[in-house]
């Protein structure tokens, strides 16, 4: 007689409970300093703290590998969500690395997560049985360096010019037509070195930028790459960049300059092309600009352009995110060229610099922006790594492209250094 196999009781999975909550007006100031998540622009979006679930992975297949462990992971959830927006139940925060043979993308599921968009507001908890309104509290202040000391990174000044100059001659060659080259410095600070105090003041800086942090990726970029809600489907590309002067008549005048700028308009060209063609295998009714605006920063000037689409297809934005990365404003343009070139003559590994970042739900909607005006913090060594990369096209001169990554690395600094 054939003996019955024993019957293995399910395992439970993650209660996850939503539920609405009065105005908490500054997300960011709710955050402990302890694991903290957040995706925040002009004082709408998400932040959260703990850590319910945790995923590293590397190589060509991590978004895929990502959305597997994901859906899992979601299909063994309890949910009891009486908000039902997007971003509401089940959401996951994630910041991948830039290149598939190198670096660890991380993805984070946060045990307590505060929303706000649009009038409304809500917090989420995962394995806990009490009302999620009563982990709602006011964090404590966040401590500031005592004093920040900045050295080079992994390349100097002139050797990441020669690093540009190769590039042009590359270019002018005819090997590709445009390659972005990113440098490092590093920030050793002394006292506690907390990553929200960089969060608020970038928050505070740049409003209209995305704020985020991602397991010690902390930054504020000004680049979506995509949003999807619904079927509605965005990007905003950026290529071509102006440093501001602080005077709005010059300011104005180098805005004009930007946009009739033969070598910033044909960098920013490649890139939305790249955009375009990606999000057209699962969009339709594409919108995009003949010709880009100019989007003013607090520090810089850039070319701007807002794609949108209607979702042909049922990708999910990870999905979308996967389809879109590395696009010619990070990488370049061929991309395998660009690829390789980077590769062989940047000097640094990127890790999640240029990756995408951002948050996606049980739904599939969510937001992710090309991880800009960044740095990796490392509390514990009290070390910030800081990055800032240039488009490179027939028309780059090394001497700019060193002054307009200088520009770009501002945010960080003046973050980090504020008081």
Partial sequence: MTQAAPVRALQAGPVIRTRPIADPHTLLERLPAEDPVAWVRNGEGLV???????????????????????????????????????????????????????????????????????????????????????????????????????????????????????????????????????????????????????????????????????????????????????DLVTSR?????????????????????????????????????????????????????????VLALANVQHLATDITGRLADRAPALALAAALHPTAAVCGTPTERAMGLIRAIEGMDRGRYAGPVGWFDANGDGEFGIALRCAEVDPSARTVRSFAGCGIVAGSDPADELAESAAKLVPIRDALESR
């Fill in 237 to 293: 590309v950026l290529a071509g960049t102006v440093r501001r002067q602080g005077d709005d008549r010059a300011d104005a005048s180098l805005a004009e300059a930007l946009l009739g700028s033969g070598k910033d308009l044909e960098e920013h060209e490649y890139a939305v092309h790249s955009v375009a063609r990606a999000l057209g295998h699962h969009c339709t009714d594409l919108e995009v600009p003949e010709r880009p605006r």
């Fill in 48 to 230: 959260g703290w703990g850590v319910a679930a945790r995923l590293e992975v590397r190589g060509p297949e991590r978004f895929s590998r990502a959305h597997r462990w994901w859906t899992q992971w979601c299909e063994q959830a309890e949910v009891d969500d009486t908000v039902a927006m997007p971003g509401t139940g089940p959401v996951a925060f994630g910041s991948f690395a830039f290149d598939p043979e190198s670096g660890t993308s991380v993805v984070v599921v946060p045990k307590v997560i505060i929303g706000r968009k649009a009038g409304q507001a809500w917090i989420t908890t995962i394995g806990t049985e009490t009302d999620p309104r009563r982990m709602l509290r006011a964090a404590s202040v966040p401590d500031q360096p005592t004093a920040v000391r900045w050295s080079q990174g992994s390349r100097s000044p002139i050797e990441w010019q020669q690093s540009v100059a190769d590039a042009i001659g590359r270019i002018t060659g005819g090997e590709l037509d445009k390659v972005v080259l990113a440098r490092d410095v590093i920030a050793t600070v002394d006292g506690v070195l907390d990553p929200r105090h960089l969060l608020m003041n970038l928050a505070q800086r740049y409003p209209s930028c995305w704020t985020f942090s991602v397991d010690g990726l902390v930054g504020a970029t000004p680049e979506l790459l995509v949003r999807r809600t619904g």
